[in-house]
């Protein structure tokens, strides 16, 4: 293991850093301090995808576009349709918010996403920050943040897209989009569906998508932008596999639940309003979403359904004196029906309303930024989260920053309400039952970076600590004078996590980049020392892109990924990914084609769910401008 880190290391420290691409999405940055903000005033633990870099990977889902960022661990359990995750910093995916153009994102009853669900298609740029946001996000934002905004109109003229990929597994994807700008209005409207056969026996995917957006400038009174999404899927859910070292070319590929069958619905809107008030700004913005999810397995006579919903309203001031407050409410509702029985198991409900505040303050090349919030629950009670940022630009090289705060995340409504289920074998009872007397799980992140470069290379290095109490873990406890078994979450656990983000690359020539970034976490639990699952010690990405005068571009991407602990005494090997693109556009038609796992390795991201090996595919796209 320690020689393939080191070889990696080796083409690390070749490179300068990473490139600042000529692009408007990244040279500025929202989700920190809730407005425009220059990147290059920012700390260095935010980073953004920019609209090219997502275009230029092909990505299918949100997850694809995130799997290369620094200090992101995303966790697969198939191919299409399967469940995506991400870890931040070895904070688990219940405690990293996504957000979606500023809007809470994660599941009231699991407090995760399911990135696969979320279209790459309709995204402009990806923000992230690493590291605990609680004092400007509250619940979820132990680990860090994740702002996907959604595309709007930038030319004037009108432009239609249309594309067509296919691939591996039978896999087909057909979508079109339509995007008009005037001068005090825009429209941005866009549709697609994908279809798979899937690698494993019964993972086949059938999903669509639907998404608008659009604006109107009414001057004196204001600006407003409206979005809203519908997406369905129909997926078949293998189950877990078997280990690596029991695959023989088509074992792994079968099914321990052949006829398991997952629907997913979810629709989102949002509006927002924002007018000038002389030079400072006042926003209102309301939003609603429901989720939907239908799982059967009739061999287990299983027909469950799952509803979310949320809705809820801001406000916001950003003062031209640096100063941003606000007031945020929503509401989450959730219901679990069991429909063989016939039975409404779950119909549970709370409201958060939270005030927060942010300042500015300049003192000649320093930036410091206190921020505080206030949540209150009308389940759990009320929280206060401060935090501190600071960042010096000592020259126009060089600039170094340190953040440290208050995060935290709530409990689930699973966590809080799980149904009391009972059932009996060879005399004991077992009982698993949510506990409605959790506490939220809370923790202290802070981090240090120093950043060097200029507009043709940088180089970052950031060093963070984080330290959390009162996590939340599903525990057994046993009585034997009733004979029973009781599995319920409590709040037991306490966590350290600690580690270095190293971000570089340059400009080899004109056309050709490479960037390179190295995470090294190590999160254990505090209490016995344990590495927690899934929290890879150290995983590195590697981007070579060229752009070749004659519109063609390739690229090669390579990710390795340590030995990652799975439990005391498992462990899941590493493994090395190569994947190739190439693309060659000829007018306003771009053909291209695309391999990965181009060494044909056979991994695992979580224990027990194969992943497949090498893959193709290959797809066109052709523009219209009037």
Same mark, same amino acid.
């Given at each position: 293991?320690?020689?393939?880190?080191?070889?990696?290391?080796?083409?690390?420290?070749?490179?300068?850093s990473i490139p600042l691409f000529a692009d408007t999405d990244g040279s500025v940055f929202l989700s920190l301090t809730r407005k425009v903000s220059k990147l290059k005033d920012m700390p260095t633990n935010v980073s953004v995808i920019p609209f090219e870099k997502i275009q230029e990977s092909k990505a299918k889902t949100a997850a694809e576009v995130l799997q290369n960022s620094a200090s992101l661990n995303v966790?697969?359990?198939?191919?299409?349709?399967?469940?995506?995750?991400?870890?931040?910093?070895?904070?688990?995916? @219940?405690?990293?918010?996504?957000?979606?153009?500023?809007?809470?994102?994660?599941? +009231?009853?699991?407090?995760?996403?399911?990135?696969?669900?979320?279209?790459?298609?309709?995204?402009?740029?990806?923000?992230?920050?690493?590291?605990?946001?609680?004092?400007?996000?509250?619940?979820?934002?132990?680990?860090?943040?994740?702002?996907?905004?959604?595309?709007?109109?930038?030319?004037?003229?009108?432009?239609?897209?249309?594309?067509?990929?296919?691939?591996? *597994?039978?896999?087909?994807?057909?979508?079109?989009?339509?995007?008009?700008?005037?001068?005090?209005?825009?429209?941005?409207?866009?549709?697609?569906?994908?279809?798979?056969?899937?690698?494993?026996?019964? $993972?086949?995917?059938?999903?669509?998508?639907?998404?608008?957006?659009?604006?109107?400038?009414?001057?004196?009174?204001?600006?407003?932008?409206?979005?809203?999404?519908?997406?369905?899927?129909?997926?078949?859910?293998?189950?877990?596999?078997?280990?690596?070292?029991?695959?023989?070319?088509?074992?792994?590929?079968?099914?321990?639940?052949?006829?398991?069958?997952?629907?997913?619905?979810?629709?989102?809107?949002?509006?927002?309003?924002?007018?000038?008030?002389?030079?400072?700004?006042?926003?209102?913005?309301?939003?609603?979403?429901?989720?939907?999810?239908?799982?059967?397995?009739?061999?287990?006579?299983?027909?469950? @359904?799952?509803?979310?919903?949320?809705?809820?309203?801001?406000?916001?001031?950003?003062?031209?004196?640096?100063?941003?407050?606000?007031?945020?409410?929503?509401?989450?509702?959730?219901?679990?029906?069991?429909?063989?029985? $016939?039975?409404?198991?779950?119909?549970?409900?709370?409201?958060?309303?939270?005030?927060?505040?942010?300042?500015?303050?300049?003192?000649?090349?320093?930036?410091?930024? +206190?921020?505080?919030?206030?949540?209150?629950?009308?389940? *759990?009670?009320?929280?206060? $989260? +401060?935090?501190?940022?600071?960042?010096?630009?000592?020259?126009?090289?060089?600039?170094?920053?340190?953040?440290?705060?208050?995060?935290?995340?709530? +409990?689930?409504?699973?966590?809080?309400?799980?149904?009391?289920?009972?059932? $009996?074998?060879?005399?004991?009872?077992?009982?698993?039952?949510?506990?409605?007397?959790?506490?939220?799980?809370?923790?202290?992140?802070?981090?240090?970076?120093?950043?060097?470069?200029?507009?043709?290379?940088?180089?970052?290095?950031?060093?963070?600590?984080?330290?959390?109490?009162?996590?939340?873990?599903?525990?057994?406890?046993?009585?034997?004078?009733?004979?029973?078994?009781?599995?319920?979450?409590?709040?037991?656990?306490?966590?350290?996590?600690?580690?270095?983000?190293?971000?570089?690359?340059?400009?080899?020539?004109?056309?050709?980049?490479?960037?390179?970034?190295?995470?090294?976490?190590?999160?254990?639990?505090?209490?016995?020392l344990q590495v927690l699952p899934y929290r890879s010690p150290n995983i590195i990405n590697y981007d070579l892109s060229y752009i070749a005068p004659w519109n063609m571009k390739l690229n090669i991407n390579g990710k390795y990924v340590s030995a990652t602990p799975v439990s005391g005494v498992n462990s899941l090997p590493d493994y090395t990914l190569v994947g190739l693109k190439v693309s060659q556009k000829i007018?306003e038609l771009e053909l291209w084609v695309g391999i990965d796992n181009l060494l044909d390795k056979m991994y695992q991201s979580r224990i027990n769910y194969p992943l497949p090996g090498r893959s193709y595919n290959f797809g066109l796209s052709l523009r219209f401008i009037d």
């Open positions: 293991m320690y020689s393939k880190i080191v070889s990696w290391l080796s083409i690390l420290l070749l490179t300068v966790g697969s359990y198939g191919t299409l349709g399967a469940n995506q995750n991400i870890i931040i910093r070895g904070a688990a995916p @219940e405690e990293v918010l996504v957000l979606i153009d500023g809007r809470r994102a994660n599941d +009231p009853a699991m407090g995760l996403i399911d990135l696969s669900t979320l279209p790459a298609e309709n995204i402009e740029r990806v923000e992230i920050i690493r590291g605990g946001a609680s004092a400007i996000y509250g619940t979820g934002a132990l680990g860090g943040v994740v702002n996907i905004i959604t595309r709007k109109p930038q030319l004037e003229t009108p432009k239609t897209n249309i594309g067509f990929s296919m691939g591996s *597994f039978n896999t087909q994807k057909t979508g079109v989009d339509f995007e008009i700008k005037r001068e005090k209005t825009y429209g941005f409207l866009s549709a697609a569906r994908t279809l798979s056969d899937g690698w494993r026996q019964n $993972s086949g995917f059938d999903g669509s998508n639907f998404f608008a957006r659009m604006g109107y400038d009414a001057g004196s009174a204001g600006q407003i932008d409206l979005s809203g999404a519908y997406s369905r899927s129909d997926a078949g859910v293998p189950g877990m596999g078997i280990p690596l070292a029991q695959y023989d070319g088509s074992a792994e590929k079968l099914a321990s639940t052949p006829d398991a069958n997952q629907k997913v619905n979810k629709s989102f809107g949002r509006i927002d309003h924002t007018v000038n008030l002389g030079e400072d700004t006042f926003k209102t913005s309301f939003h609603a979403s429901q989720d939907i999810t239908f799982y059967k397995v009739p061999a287990w006579l299983q027909d469950d @359904e799952y509803k979310s919903f949320s809705f809820g309203g801001e406000t916001q001031y950003q003062s031209s004196l640096g100063l941003t407050t606000g007031f945020e409410w929503y509401e989450e509702l959730y219901k679990q029906y069991d429909n063989t029985m $016939s039975a409404l198991e779950t119909d549970r409900s709370r409201v958060s309303a939270n005030i927060f505040a942010q300042q500015e303050i300049r003192i000649a090349n320093l930036s410091v930024i +206190p921020s505080a919030r206030y949540d209150n629950n009308s389940v *759990f009670g009320s929280v206060f $989260s +401060p935090s501190i940022g600071l960042v010096y630009q000592a020259n126009e090289l060089l600039k170094i920053s340190a953040n440290s705060g208050k995060a935290w995340r709530a +409990p689930t409504l699973n966590e809080l309400y799980w149904p009391n289920e009972t059932s $009996s074998f060879w005399g004991t009872t077992y009982i698993t039952q949510g506990n409605a007397t959790l506490k939220p799980e809370e923790g202290v992140a802070s981090d240090f970076g120093v950043e060097y470069g200029s507009n043709k290379f940088s180089n970052k290095v950031t060093l963070f600590y984080t330290e959390s109490r009162d996590l939340i873990s599903w525990q057994q406890t046993t009585d034997p004078v009733s004979n029973s078994v009781t599995t319920m979450p409590q709040n037991i656990g306490r966590a350290k996590s600690q580690g270095l983000e190293y971000e570089l690359g340059h400009k080899i020539a004109d056309g050709l980049y490479q960037t390179i970034n190295y995470t090294h976490t190590w999160a254990i639990d505090a209490d016995s007018a």
